[in-house]
């Protein structure tokens, strides 16, 4: 439902920012659908949104209305490990989020100078997360190998982040088209696994009996015994959604036995962005973006990041 509300006034550590262009991820349609303990209602959902800084409060020396930032998703977590306190303070769940003409926020970063507002807008969570996952913990190199699972924002920045720093990628998919687009952004081996159910094998047979050495599991407990066996001896297991639901049962022996490295993610920090964004605007990253709406439209975007039948990001331009 769009509303009309007063325009926000930044406090003295923040900045307004003219929102041009949000971007969807699968957590802002939970959002939409659950009701969370302390969540503002009603919620101005979305996390990931850039546009023009417009006004800043009293103590803000760090930017000035003109400059072109994104909102960070955390708006307290500005290095070093996460705190309980940074849980809090999430954009479009505890906090209001961007899909709005106007937001008041605490911590930006400043956009690669190459992007549009709508290539932009879709850094903060999911690649922010890939890039946390692969390249800050994982160290991804040359000559490992990467599983990704299907073809959601998280895998598809992955696979951009993992072929830019020389490894070589397989990637799951249920749709041969997805996965025609898949190898068109460099993914050297794919597959179909409605065509393999048992993909964990497959994957075994491409890498030689060795298995990947990283795995970018956004599965969550549905795919989690499978990623264990598709993961080679001491490899990583970088552990970021769980669409196929919250319950399950886990057998740990695969990770004893194997020495696996499981690690969770929750995006990123500012410090982590910003060096992400170096990173992009050195080799002029382009994003991956399936379908761009327009404000009032938003209803449809929703929709789409529903059907799951994307490629790349959703966007709705303000």
Not at 16 to 26: K, T, W
Not at 112 to 141: D, K
Not at 148 to 159: D, K, P, R
Not at 219 to 248: D, P, Q
Request: glycine content about 10%.
């Amino acid at each position: 439902m769009q509303v009309e509300l007063p325009d926000p006034v930044p406090a003295p550590d923040e900045v307004l920012v003219r929102i041009r262009a949000v971007a969807l991820n699968f957590r802002d349609l939970i959002a939409t659908r659950i009701e969370r303990p302390n969540n503002l209602t009603p919620l101005i959902p979305c996390s990931d949104g850039a546009g023009e800084v417009i006004a800043v409060g009293a103590n803000v020396t760090a930017w000035k209305p003109g400059d072109r930032v994104i909102g960070c998703f955390f708006q307290a977590w500005e290095a070093g490990r996460i705190r309980r306190e940074v849980m809090r303070s999430d954009l479009g769940g505890p906090l209001h989020g961007v899909l709005a003409e106007k937001v008041a926020l605490r911590d930006v970063v400043a956009m690669p100078s190459h992007m549009s507002f709508e290539q932009a807008c879709t850094l903060p969570c999911a690649a922010l997360t890939a890039w946390h996952a692969l390249v800050e913990e994982g160290g991804v190199s040359a000559d490992e190998t990467v599983l990704l699972l299907g073809t959601g924002g998280v895998s598809i920045f992955a696979l951009q982040f993992a072929k830019l720093h020389g490894a070589r990628v397989i990637i799951t998919s249920s749709s041969d088209t997805k996965l025609a687009k898949a190898r068109a952004l460099g993914a050297d081996e794919t597959i179909n696994y409605r065509e393999f159910p048992d993909w964990q094998v497959r994957v075994h047979e491409l890498t030689g009996r060795r298995g990947a050495d990283h795995v970018v599991e956004v599965g969550g407990w549905g795919t989690l015994e499978k990623s264990f066996e598709s993961v080679g001896y001491g490899g990583k297991v970088h552990l970021i959604g769980v669409l196929t639901g919250f319950e399950g049962k886990i057998n740990p022996w695969q990770i004893i036995v194997k020495s696996l490295r499981v690690q969770g993610y929750y995006v990123g920090n500012r410090e982590m962005f910003d060096s992400m964004n170096r990173t992009i605007e050195q080799h002029r990253f382009a994003p991956v973006i399936d379908s761009i709406y327009e404000f009032g439209c938003a209803r449809d975007a929703f929709a789409l990041m529903e059907s799951r039948a994307h490629f790349g990001k959703i966007v709705i331009r303000v």
